[in-house]
Nanobody, 123 residues
């Protein structure tokens, strides 16, 4: 089992940047695919991106491709989401999640979730 805690959210102007971090408990962090998801007000939670257990593979939603970057440090049990060129439509609660089921972009495959961190982009 793993527990996840996100931090780093906040208020930023459009065009700005933020770096979200997610720390994980547990000794087997390096065996998990880690995903980032977000939920905007009044909308369903959606996939942002994910990174394979070794960090060698990433995939992103089209809406964030080229602007967001996921990385991980297995020695520190950390996963990061760098958000650049932020837009008002990026405003949402951002969640990190973990799965041992293999590489997946579907939130139904993720078993462990953090509590979320709010990102607000002002236009």
């Amino acid at each position: 089992q793993v527990q996840l805690v996100e931090f780093g959210g906040g208020l930023v102007q459009a065009g700005g940047s933020l770096r979200l971090s997610c720390t994980a408990s547990g000794r087997t962090f390096s065996s998990y695919t880690m995903g980032w998801f977000r939920q905007a007000p009044g909308k369903e939670r959606e996939f942002v991106g994910c990174i394979s257990s070794t960090g060698g593979r990433t995939v992103y939603a089209d809406s964030v491709k080229g602007r967001f970057t996921i990385s991980r440090d297995n020695a520190k049990n950390m996963v990061y989401l760098q958000l650049n060129s932020l837009k008002a439509e990026d405003t949402a609660v951002y969640y990190c999640a973990a799965t041992e089921r293999g590489y997946s972009t579907s939130q139904v495959d993720y078993d462990y979730w953090g509590q979320g961190t709010q990102v607000t982009v002002s236009s």
